[in-house]
């Protein structure tokens, strides 16, 4: 089955860096989506990056669009989320999940999750941004 197991999160500071990490094991399809949604304290789930196994599409929300940078390491099967220039309202948890689709698509992953595409979780990695 597939399993997705983030890491890297902690504390920043506001204006610093942190990379998230989420290693991915059994999925079996040729293509699918690797990405992530943040959690802000009681919010909901909110859409934030995505990239493709081929790496050719990206998507990015515009509050993160500038400062964050999604990648992934095939060998490895490992996607990356590099937090740049982090905000106070960057804080909070911070889940992989995946999409069995050709493109990161703006309808799947620039909002709230839809679970018809989004059925496989991680357990997530907390951010806190604190002076």
């Known amino acids: 089955q597939v399993q997705l197991v983030e890491s890297g999160g902690g504390l920043v500071q506001p204006g610093g860096s942190l990379t998230l990490s989420c290693a991915a094991s059994?999925?079996?399809?040729?293509?699918?989506?690797l990405g992530w949604f943040h959690q802000a304290p009681g919010k909901d789930r909110r859409g934030v990056s995505c990239?493709?196994?081929?790496?050719?599409?990206?998507f990015y929300a515009n509050s993160v669009l500038g400062r964050f940078t999604i990648s992934r390491d095939n060998a490895k099967n490992t996607v990356y989320l590099q937090m740049n220039n982090v905000k106070a309202e960057d804080a909070g948890k911070y889940y992989c999940?995946?999409?069995?689709?050709?493109?990161?698509?703006?309808?799947?992953?620039?909002?709230?999750?839809?679970?018809?595409?989004?059925?496989?979780w991680g357990q997530g990695t907390v951010v806190t941004v604190s002076s």
């Open positions: 990239i493709t196994r081929d790496t050719e599409s990206t």
């Open positions: 999940t995946v999409a069995l689709e050709r493109k990161c698509y703006g309808s799947t992953w620039g909002g709230a999750p839809d679970a018809k595409f989004l059925e496989v």
């Open positions: 059994g999925i079996t399809s040729d293509y699918y989506a």
